[in-house]
């Protein structure tokens, strides 16, 4: 059953095609992308299947699909999915604000479900006709990590081939088995390679093969570019493509993935001082050690005017604050950032760090101004938006050894909350 997911679904992708012939990308022909996600996972081992599986609180699906919603030229996206998953699918596009998504039911195998997703692109359920495009991309629902760059390659070779894919070289060598389970013979490695995905195709080429296939394609196969030729004629050109193109298969692909975009999401911080002369200082210490453990930090005194453009680019904010009244300033990040729907995608990290410059030593492990509770509480509210707010509360001291110390510490814990990005450590009063 097709689930047109909003009204202006087609004048959206119209107004996309618009700026195709505004000549503001470099495709001039309608583009389409069909996610298969009706699989079951069984070899992840788990009982949710693996498209819809989260983690940093997002089901690997709308990875995939943000990753496409991204690139311009792509009109529109058709995910085909298992008839028992389309509400829970229907309920991420809504969760995260999904846009130009058809959800189409899948089928009993990868190639019914594919075929089911093409057809979608060309006719309605009750057999209206679609404005069909001019190239499909299709792309397993379950490999998140593909660039805009290759997937132009792949786009434009089908344009000019009527058919393209993604290839990778074999890491093992590929053997011949005997039915007995012995050696038979192993293959010249170099004269094979991994077909991967994303895979281009003119549309009435993908549309004919499955047409004409047979039912032990639809059973058995696993290479849409195998038909292109058996019943085409359409021979793909193949491109190597990058190591990112890897799929979700096992249980610890999901890890690997999670490790990945935390990583991208952990390049850089910006730390926001409040203008005081003390503060200052201590962000462009800390500005010194943490590029020296590979975060690029920006150092601003707040985020209004200009400075609030740091709001949609960053994922990382160091709050540093020397007055013991300092909830208010989190607040007013924790406020924007939450105004600005930031951490729709991604969880957002805040580290506020409270910087106790009395003279008396004797306050120097005293909490932060205010009580630990009302920490934890501003950070349960702030995780229930998926953001994430730590503490970190040092004495300034006179000393420089002693002081460069404690900013050293801070740096290193600063980029450790960063790259983990734990809710297990949310609203505690670190000491540094
Ligand atoms: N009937 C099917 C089977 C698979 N797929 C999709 O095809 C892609 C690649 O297939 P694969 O990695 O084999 O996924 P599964 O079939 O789910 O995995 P498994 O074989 O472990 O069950 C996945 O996005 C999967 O959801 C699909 O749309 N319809
Ligand atoms: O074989 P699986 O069902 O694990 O996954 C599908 C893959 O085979 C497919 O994505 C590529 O080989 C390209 O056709």
Redesign the pocket.
């Known amino acids: 059953m097709d689930r047109p997911v909003e009204p202006g679904h087609f004048s959206a992708c119209e107004a996309r095609l618009d700026k195709h012939i505004a000549g503001l990308c470099s495709v001039d022909f309608p583009v389409a992308v069909v996610l298969?996600?009706?699989?079951?996972?069984?070899?992840?081992g788990l009982l949710t299947?693996?498209?819809f599986c989260t983690f940093l609180n997002r089901p690997l699906i709308s990875y995939t699909i943000q990753t496409f919603e991204r690139v311009p030229w792509i009109q529109s996206i058709v995910v085909?999915v298992a008839k028992e998953s389309l509400d829970l699918m229907m309920d991420i596009i809504h969760r995260f604000h999904h846009r130009n998504v058809l959800v189409v039911h899948?089928?009993?195998?990868?190639h019914?479900?594919i075929f089911n997703g093409v057809r979608a692109l060309s006719e309605g359920e009750d057999g209206t006709a679609r404005i069909k495009p001019k190239v499909v991309i299709i792309h397993?629902?379950?490999r998140p990590f593909v660039e805009e760059d290759f997937l132009l390659k792949i786009t434009m070779a089908a344009k000019e081939q009527g058919a393209a894919g993604a290839i990778r070289p074999l890491v093992s060598t590929v053997i011949a088995t005997t039915l007995e389970g012995y050696l038979d013979h192993s293959l010249e490695r170099t004269m094979y390679r991994a077909s991967e995905m994303p895979q281009g195709f003119i549309y009435d080429v993908i549309y004919q093969a499955y047409q004409r296939c047979s039912e032990s394609d639809f059973e058995f196969g696993t290479e849409c570019l195998h038909l292109a030729l058996q019943y085409c004629g359409t021979n793909a050109k193949l491109i190597e493509g990058p190591p990112t193109l890897w799929?979700v298969?096992y249980k610890r692909d999901l890890a690997a993935a999670e490790s990945i975009v935390k990583e991208t999401l952990s390049q850089s911080a910006c730390v926001v001082t409040g203008g005081s002369a003390q503060a200052t200082e201590l962000a462009n210490a800390l500005q010194r050690s943490m590029s020296a453990l590979d975060m690029e930090v920006d150092v601003i005194s707040d985020l209004i005017g200009d400075n609030a453009k740091s709001l949609s680019k960053e994922w990382n904010f160091i709050q540093v604050s020397v007055h013991s009244s300092c909830f208010s300033e989190v607040g007013k990040t924790l406020s924007a950032l939450e105004e600005a729907d930031r951490a729709l995608l991604h969880p957002v990290v805040i580290i506020w760090v409270y910087l106790n410059v009395s003279e008396d030593d004797s306050s120097a492990n005293k909490p932060m101004g205010g009580e630990p509770a009302a920490m934890m509480e501003l950070a349960t509210r702030a995780k229930l938006g998926n953001i994430l707010v730590y503490g970190i509360q040092l004495h300034h001291s006179e000393e420089a050894t002693l002081w460069g110390r404690s900013v050293e510490r801070v740096a290193q814990m600063s980029c450790a909350l960063i790259r983990d990005r734990s809710p297990a450590l949310t609203g505690q009063l670190l000491q540094a």
């Open positions: 298969p996600a009706g699989g079951s996972g069984e070899r992840t299947p693996k498209q085909v899948g089928g009993s195998t990868r019914r479900s397993d629902a379950v799929k298969t």
